[in-house]
């Protein structure tokens, strides 16, 4: 396999910009923010630059005035930069929200089956009985294996690992290996069907990167490492000549979306050097989204399970979005992890 390409000083002038413009965006205590912020802690912990941390403490600490707003299983995604604030600065008040948010998700949030988290947002309009979307292992089940490998809590761990087994369960097809986007429980499908980029990015992303939080001997990591694995191998199949996967990933005549790229790039660097030419591909195709103001285009707007096909190609791909700063962050951020890094 080839080495990866990429000038590392360039890597970082280009976060540092999208820090800069993320925190020249308005979120509230939502998902938005919360992947945002996510992709900050990440180049924060890969480039070691306190001003990343220190904006993020700003911000948090402002928001933290107010107090917890209404949670939901999206509304706790800022968990993950809770995280890191306390890991970062050992203030006991960032993990105490956290502990609040995977105690919601523990004994509050909404499920359905064998304890499956069921998508529920922050707005008092929009209400999915028993649908699980995939969006959940990123915005949930995630943040509580988090929690739990941070805390030695068995119990957020094992809520965290069923969250994963469940969207693998209800979402990921045998045959293509691919993520569908949502599961009606009641209707007993998956609506429309689809095999949506961004979909794919949150599954894959933290399937990645909760591996190494897991014990190899405890059953969970195989079945995870199995449905990436396999996940991967078709993903990889269906990168577009830029380097990028369409929004609808087995429909070529979608538009290549940047965010869920950067997120299923990401979860090939953590296969070693055996996706090395795909990654190299894709960080071309990232990296010629970003403008000089440190702007990420080419990022589809927050996207419901569409009703079909032409709803996931007209979802619009104009406007700079929080989820995208940020899984190009988080994408970027790992670059800089990797060794053996060839300068161009």
């Given amino acids: 396999m080839p080495p990866l390409m990429f000038d590392e000083q360039h890597i970082r002038d280009v976060i540092d910009r999208v820090v800069d413009r993320t925190f020249r965006m308005d979120f509230s205590w939502d998902w938005p923010g919360g992947v945002a912020f996510y992709g900050v802690a990440e180049a924060f912990e890969a480039t070691g630059k306190t001003e990343y941390i220190d904006l993020l403490k700003a911000w948090v600490d402002e928001k933290l005035e107010d107090g917890l707003p209404k949670l939901s299983v999206n509304g706790v995604s800022i968990g993950h930069s809770l995280i890191s604030l306390y890991k970062a600065t050992e ?13 919601y998700l523990k004994a509050e949030a909404p499920r359905f ?46 809520d965290g690992l069923l969250q994963y087994h469940g969207h693998e369960q209800y979402l990921q097809d045998t045959v293509t290996n691919l993520y569908y986007h949502g599961w009606d429980n009641i ?30 001997t405890h059953p969970s990591f195989m079945i995870i490492e199995g449905s990436l694995r396999d996940q991967l191998s078709s993903l990889v199949r269906l ?22 790229s950067a997120g299923i790039a990401c979860a090939l660097l953590h296969t070693g ?47 700079v979005q929080g989820w995208g700063q940020g899984l190009a962050l988080v994408f970027l951020a790992d670059l800089l992890r990797t060794s053996g890094r060839v300068y161009s």
């Fill in 239 to 260: 990168q577009a000549d830029n380097g990028m996967w369409h929004t609808v990933l087995t429909d070529v005549s979608s538009y290549t979306e940047t965010s869920g």
């Fill in 273 to 319: 050097s055996l996706y090395n030419r795909n990654v190299n591909r894709s960080i071309k195709g990232i990296l010629e989204q970003v403008s000089e103001d440190g702007s990420v285009f080419g990022v589809s707007a927050g996207t419901a399970v569409m009703r079909d096909i032409d709803g996931y190609r007209g979802v619009s791909h104009k406007r």
């Fill in 113 to 158: 089956g064998e304890g499956v988290f069921q998508h529920t947002v922050n707005s008092v309009d929009y209400n999915f009985p028993e649908q699980a979307w995939v969006d959940t292992m990123m915005m949930a089940g995630y943040f509580l294996v988090r929690m739990g490998a941070l805390l030695g809590r068995d119990d957020y761990l094992e």
């Fill in 91 to 103: 203030d006991k008040t960032y993990l105490e929200v956290a502990e609040k948010m995977a105690e």
């Fill in 187 to 216: 209707a007993g499908n998956h609506m429309s069907g689809i095999f949506w980029a961004r979909g794919n990015a949150w599954a894959a992303l933290t399937m990645a990167k909760a591996l190494p939080l897991i014990h190899v």
